[in-house]
């Protein structure tokens, strides 16, 4: 149980353009659900929370135009780059918690994201 | 402020020797300590968790970690690691929902 999946596993998109993420719940309902961003070599760096129907608290420094999420439904998260860069490649993660445990995070693949 | 850190980035051993990753977090009242496991090219996985109750806490694939309130540690061991078990490890801290991260150990085992 607690499976989260993520679409798609990699995308390519050129400069300008935008893209969206998506994160599913499969198996349980997620009340609450994260966006980390991840460098090479580096640890995850959180970009933001967002709970299902209300909007999202971003972190320090993301900017919250460029990174539009949309936490719709109790199983769906979807994170839209908005007019990329190539400096916004890198490995998005999301994760998600249950009503189970609020301190237990289950996370997704992760989705590659190069900027050409 | 809350911090989770992990001093070794880079370990590398030799098949059959023991491991001990360190990590040590800094937080008031309540935690709860975590270690995750991303294998190359794989996302992350939980190894294994600390909430409460006894402090060495048995995870997946032979791994344990022991909670040492007393110097705010909360290090991973294995006593005979595999090839199979190269991989960058993350330590993580809670009190409430959000993760605070350590920067990872990357772990490189010689066949």
């Known amino acids: 149980g607690a499976v989260v999946s993520q679409h798609p596993s990699w995308v390519i998109c050129k400069s300008g353009t935008s893209v969206k993420i998506e994160c599913r719940s499969l198996d349980f309902q997620a009340t609450t659900m994260f966006w980390y961003r991840q460098f090479p070599k580096q640890s995850l760096m959180l970009m933001a929370t967002?709970?299902?129907?209300?909007?999202?608290?971003?972190e320090q420094g993301v900017e919250k135009d460029k990174f539009l999420i949309n936490h719709a439904s109790l199983t769906l998260s979807t994170l839209t780059v908005t007019s990329a860069h190539p400096e916004d490649s890198s490995f998005y993660i999301c994760?998600?918690?249950?009503?189970?445990?609020?301190?237990?995070?289950?996370f997704g693949p992760g989705t590659r994201l190069t900027v050409t | 402020a809350q911090s989770v850190s992990q001093h070794n980035h880079h370990v590398i051993l030799s098949e059959a020797a023991s491991l001990e990753l360190g990590c040590n977090y800094s937080y008031g009242g309540t935690v709860n300590l975590f270690w995750y496991v991303q294998y190359p090219g794989q996302h992350l996985q939980l190894l294994l968790k600390y909430f409460s109750g006894d402090p060495l806490v048995k995870g997946i694939k032979g791994f344990e970690a022991e909670f040492i309130k007393s110097k705010f540690s909360f290090n991973l061991r294995k006593p005979s690691v595999q090839w199979s078990d190269t991989a960058e490890y993350f330590c993580a801290a809670n009190s409430n929902y959000q993760l605070i991260w350590g920067a990872g150990t990357k772990l490189i085992i010689k066949p």
């Open positions: 994760s998600a918690i249950g009503t189970k445990s609020s301190y237990e995070q289950y």
């Open positions: 967002s709970n299902e129907g209300s909007k999202a608290t971003y």
